[in-house]
């Protein structure tokens, strides 16, 4: 059973960064891993999502050029490095793990097994 626990979520202001934290435990290698948000009154979207162990990484076209996602595999841990955040990324943000198959989309969330409690991220205009 793999545990996901997010951290790094807060209050910034339009154009600040925040670096989110997900530490994952109970064998969760040769797992995708994403970043995923939910606004209020909206449905869960992918942010980004990446191979443990592997280089590729996707990314939802709002969030490119200013949202890295990356993995530090002697800490079980993935970040979400989000700069130049603007009002609209303002969401609970969760991290997800799963086995995907070739050719599905990353960043599609019905695709992943298991999921973090969330952390939340707002962003003052």
């Known amino acids: 059973q793999v545990q996901l626990v997010e951290s790094g979520g807060g209050s910034v202001q339009a154009g600040g960064s925040l670096r989110l934290s997900c530490v994952a435990s109970?064998?969760?290698?040769?797992?995708?891993m994403g970043w995923f948000r939910q606004a209020p009154g909206k449905e869960r979207e992918g942010v980004a999502a990446?191979?443990?162990?592997?280089?590729?990484?996707g990314y939802a076209d709002s969030v490119k050029g200013r949202f890295t996602i990356s993995q530090d595999n002697a800490k079980n841990t993935i970040y979400l490095q989000m700069n130049s955040l603007k009002p609209e990324d303002t969401a609970m943000y969760y991290c997800?793990?799963?086995?995907?198959?070739?050719?599905?989309?990353?960043?599609?969330?019905?695709?992943?097994?298991?999921w973090g409690q969330g952390t939340r991220v707002t962003v003052s205009s």
């Open positions: 997800a793990a799963g086995t995907l198959a070739n050719g599905v989309d990353v960043l599609e969330p019905r695709h992943y097994t298991y």
């Open positions: 109970g064998g969760y290698r040769h797992y995708f």
């Open positions: 990446i191979v443990t162990g592997g280089d590729g990484a």
